[in-house]
């Protein structure tokens, strides 16, 4: 990008190039703090409003907060140096940045809420481009939709569809996706990945520099070193790795019980989730949003038959609502906080089940055949929430509490519940076999 102002780094006039070639539709730029990542992006989208009057782009992150607090910032920051604050307006009430040219930023919160799984708050958005900040803080759903979007006047302006996003290193979608691939020789070839350190940024302040040198060990080796393998959190039961391979069980074999797990919608919640499973194998998984206890019962009552489950081999959760169904039903009863059994050191049975299952998964010896993507990244998600709380304490062993996990991921973890729940059946006697009919 030609400025007399501002002069770009090697690694973001790489980026830069990318986002102007023929052929990258998605790119990912950064992997640790400093690397000038925000930059990049907010310097695109200003040469692209400038270059395409009447355009219109996306600038996103997780939360719209924080996009303002730190992403428009930078923008602001950007525009003076270059000056060039007066070719636009912002809008604060509807978060859009017009352009006098006709070009439009438009800013978007692009967390992943329960009320709007398909974001929907979207509605028939049209864009040139978009821009998404620290996008490992976004589900892989929302990037998907987003690229979705991007068709506004491509063919007038001659442009291919772009996606950027840039991050830090993280196990989760942007790993799998983009990192690992990157490393391997095997990343698609509409796809870039470049990384970007604190020490390609000559401009840092040292001082800035040796505070990321005094963070813990994993912030540092992440933010820092820009490792992305390093993931040394001891209090985390399944890593990334782990969780890909349970979505792709082929060196397991579906053999033995079959078994039924149901974690039943109560309050807070928006959808019961039943997954079926055939020995270690869950075979079948689907939801229902909130709906009367009957109907949850009488799809239970489907699945048990078509599937050809034991009833004994039927387990739901018992608190609030998932008494009902257990009454009706006359399953197995699963209780969150009661004993665990056979006197093992755990607080309650969910932290038990939770600790064998997700050292089940961690070995692949549990695993789980779905297509459906949303489902992958979101359960995957809630996986790599599964982590031991105290962990530096004497005692008895326990989890994360549930309440923890839905303000870090913005849900209730239903998903990991019936997975969890599974392990169940290895600790309960084996009570014979009878249908419901």
């Known amino acids: 990008m030609e400025s007399t102002q501002i002069k770009l780094l090697p690694k973001q006039e790489g980026a830069i190039f990318y986002l102007k070639d023929k052929t990258t539709t998605e790119l990912i730029y950064g992997g640790a703090a400093g690397g000038g990542k925000s930059a990049v992006g907010c310097l695109w989208l200003i040469e692209m409003c400038q270059t395409h009057k009447g355009s219109r ?31 636009f307006k912002y809008n604060a009430m509807s978060n859009v940045i017009h352009w006098h040219n006709g070009s439009e930023i438009v800013l978007k919160d692009l967390f992943s809420y329960p009320s709007d799984p398909n974001y929907d708050s979207l509605g028939s958005l049209e864009i040139t481009g978009a821009f998404i900040d620290e996008c490992n803080q976004v589900v892989y759903k929302a990037w998907q939709i987003v690229n979705s979007r991007i068709r506004f006047k491509l063919h007038e302006f001659g442009l291919i569809p772009k996606m950027l996003g840039t991050c830090n290193p993280s196990k989760n979608w942007v790993y799998k996706e983009f990192y690992k691939p990157n490393i391997n020789n095997t990343i698609k070839p509409y796809r870039k990945f470049m990384q970007a350190l604190p020490s390609d940024n000559p401009h840092l302040h040292p001082s800035y520099l040796e505070s990321l040198l005094r963070l813990d060990k994993n912030s540092r080796e992440r933010l820092y070193y820009g490792n992305w393998e390093y993931d040394n959190d001891p209090a985390t039961l399944i890593d990334m790795d782990a969780i890909t391979d349970y979505f792709n069980p082929v ?28 020995g270690w194998v869950c075979i079948h998984r689907e939801s229902i949003l909130k709906s009367p206890l009957t ?31 257990v009454d009706f039903l006359g399953c197995e ?13 755990y607080d309650n049975l969910k932290s038990q089940c939770s600790v064998k299952m997700a050292n089940k998964i961690q070995l692949r010896e549990a695993g789980e055949i779905c ?12 996986m790599g929430q599964v982590k031991i709380k105290d962990i530096d304490k004497d005692g008895k062993v326990g989890i994360m509490p549930k309440n923890i996990i839905t303000q870090i991921i913005g849900r209730s973890p239903d998903d ?22």
């Open 57 to 87: 782009w996306l600038m996103g992150r997780s939360k719209l907060s924080s996009l303002k607090e730190t992403t428009l910032k930078t923008f602001f920051e950007l525009a003076s140096q270059l000056g060039i604050s007066n070719q």
């Open 295 to 325: 109907t949850v019962v009488t799809r239970a009552k489907e699945l048990q038959s078509k599937f050809s489950i034991p009833l004994t081999s039927v387990v739901a959760d018992e608190d609030g609502v998932g008494g009902g169904v």
């Open 251 to 278: 060196h397991l074999e579906k053999t033995g019980r079959k078994y039924m797990t149901i974690d039943v919608a109560r309050k807070g919640k928006d959808k019961t989730v039943f997954r079926v499973w055939h």
């Open 416 to 437: 990991w519940d019936t997975i969890m729940m599974r392990y169940y059946f290895d600790l309960v006697p084996f009570k014979g076999q009878y249908f419901i009919s």
């Open 333 to 345: 009863g699963f209780v969150n906080n009661s004993r665990p059994l056979n006197d093992e050191n």
């Open 371 to 382: 297509t459906d993507t949303d489902v992958k990244d979101s359960t995957g998600e809630e």
